[in-house]
């Protein structure tokens, strides 16, 4: 008889916010799937418990079939990340989807998630919201992540890490106008727990002097809701909107978008017609 694959929740800074099934799970547990087998380690000398560790990080790149085989065989597997639930943002999710196609029972032991925690206390909108994780590293994927969000109305949710924090903050501003709404949630549950709501031109400013520190949680505020249109608008008028936009920082692509949004005209369009406004701006300069 096949064993059973349990995605297990981990503390994701605090260790007393340990729930008691976690610590059962893992000791009733054949063996451990760790996404960092070092940091699984140390949790469970705290635990108390001796476990053999493999690392499913493997699994993602297509050579953990062994994992599999093992709960085929009738071993109980605890997979965990290094912090919070496991298979969000992370690789993990790839050797659930497996499981579940093998038809390897998966049992969910919940616990705390960053991107649900730092929501609770962003002072952001929570009733609707949508997770982005990690954006690209690519540029021009960055870049394109970010048109896609240029008329997004929930909160907006990203991980980053603090090296990449500045440049992402910077990107941000552009992309959505530097007065956007942001709550920055450095190492919660931590010791050096701080949350900032600011907004995004504030934060690029103040990370220009000080430097990031620990793992972040950015809770965006979504695009503000756009004025009912007027019947009688203009090609020219949905232009010279999406001009304001990008005079308040947006993005032109983005200001685009966003200005065509609940009009007949297309982005490419207003687009056209916002470059010949400038032009004429500028010829009238």
Known sequence: MAGTLYIVATPIGNLDDMPPRV????????FVAAEDTRVTLRLLNHLGLKKPLVSYYEHALQKGEGILRRIEA????????????????????AIVRDALARGIRVVPVPGASACVTALAVSGQDTSRWVFEG????????KRQRLEELAGEKRTVIFYEAPHKLRTTLDDLAEAFGPERSITLCRELTKLHEEIQKTTLGEAVAYYAQNEPRGEYVLVMAGAPAAAQPDEAATLEDTAARALELTQGGMSPTAAAKTAAQGTPWSKSEVYKAMLACQNGQEDEA
């Open 23 to 30: 610590a059962a799970t893992f000791g009733a547990a054949d």
């Open 74 to 93: 009738g071993e109980d597997c605890a997979l965990c990340s290094d912090a919070g639930m496991p298979c969000i943002s992370d690789p993990g999710e």
């Open 134 to 141: 990690f954006l690209p590293v690519n540029r021009r994927q």
